[in-house]
């Protein structure tokens, strides 16, 4: 939107950071310092805040007054990277989370918002299990932490009241029923954690239903990840965007079945949320297939389309038009994906005939034991039948005439 003015460590923490360590990585602005001065004395570790001051009026005071709640509390002294970012131009959240993650000195990083309480201590979680740690250690797994928010809003206020064990918190959820996933009322949002299976949940499990609204709090590895796209501003889609990048970049979802954090309540802020939620609806459609193509095509260039790496864009990428054809995979290659996904979707409907057959037939025989074949036309009869409709036809046609358009190298470049 212009120029910033950056300033990182414009306080460093004093403690020397180890590299196998999670920091924080967290945005504030002036009416959260007191929140985060609470978080680094509940974490007691890194953390990496990028703190936003408007350069207005007010800009000395705040500033001053963010020193005072720095110099004022040693847990923020040893612990606290602040990095400071001054402009006139407000929520522009994923350049600040950007900024928390750039400057982060520790090999992983939780994309954390600050008014969130640590109930749990994930680190200890983490680093004694080595499975855990491996799967974090390879880049390619970002695990989930749970979030929780009390229905009524006062109970939220004092996070000393909060549970600490898993134990006390289902009690809250399922029998007092005060505690409810975060944004309950919105499932797309944080859904996908699949709630139900966490409450009895004893081994870290993957996120299977995974959607593109999907934003939990998630511990994944700095180096060689997404960052945030940074056209995102205002409220609406930011956070989901860098998630999504992050899930089609070939990083899975993994839920810790023990660990949790609870969103300490306060009251929002009356921005214009409605109108930058609209924008940011449509500017997100658009991301959403500009990344696909992006690291689809990646992936043909790579030679690694047929891999696992491709497994999470394959799974959220399949409504583009045209997909596999602008992600450049030759015709026939894509003639014979078709084919092999038809015939793969024959032996499944052909197995699921006859298992009701075989059902049926169990079911109706009460004296003697009857064997059904099924017959070979019955089986070519159950296999869907190719057909081309006059709308393929045409788009045979004009991918046809858009390959001899670009068999020369200047008019493929552009």
Known sequence: MGLDNVTPYYFKASQKMKAQ?????????????????????????????????????????????????????????????????IDKFDRQFNMWRNTAKLFTRTDYLMMLDVDFHLCTDFRKTIFSNPTISNMLKSGKTALVVPAFEYLDQKDGKDWRTFPTLKSGLVEQVLDQKKLDSFHSSWVSGHGATNYTKWYTADEIYPV????????????????????????????????????????????????????????????????DRTRERTHNRVLYENFRTEICLRYSRKYVTEGTWYTSAADNMKKVC?????????????????????????????????????????????TATTTT?????????????????????????????????????????????E
């Open 208 to 271: 299977t239903e995974y959607e593109f609204s999907y934003e939990p709090y998630v511990i994944y590895k700095k180096e060689g990840t997404p960052w945030c796209d940074e056209r995102f501003i205002g409220y609406g889609a930011n956070k989901a965007a860098c998630l999504y990048e992050i899930f089609i970049s070939g990083v899975d979802y993994y839920v810790l079945p023990n660990d949790f954090l609870i969103h300490q309540s306060h009251k929002y802020a009356n921005h």
């Open 21 to 85: 360590d999670i920091t924080l990585a967290t945005l504030v602005t002036r009416n959260r310092f007191r929140v985060l001065s609470r978080l680094a004395t509940n974490y007691k570790g890194p953390i990496s805040a990028a703190i936003h001051v408007l350069d207005d009026d007010e800009k000395a005071a705040t500033i001053k007054e963010l020193a005072k709640i720095y110099s004022s509390n040693p847990n923020m002294q040893k612990y606290v990277d602040i990095h400071l970012i």
């Open 369 to 413: 034991t009857t064997t059904t074949t099924l017959s070979s036309s019955t089986i070519n009869n159950a296999l869907p039948t190719t057909t081309t409709t006059l709308e393929e036809q045409e788009e045979e046609q004009e991918e046809e005439e858009e390959e001899e358009d670009m068999e020369e190298p200047e008019e493929f470049e």
């Open 318 to 362: 399949t409504d583009i038009p045209k997909w596999k054809y602008l992600s450049g995979i030759p015709k026939e290659q894509r003639e014979a994906d078709k084919l092999a996904e038809e015939q793969e979707q024959g032996v499944i409907e052909s197995t699921t005939i006859i298992e009701q057959e075989e059902t049926t037939t169990t």
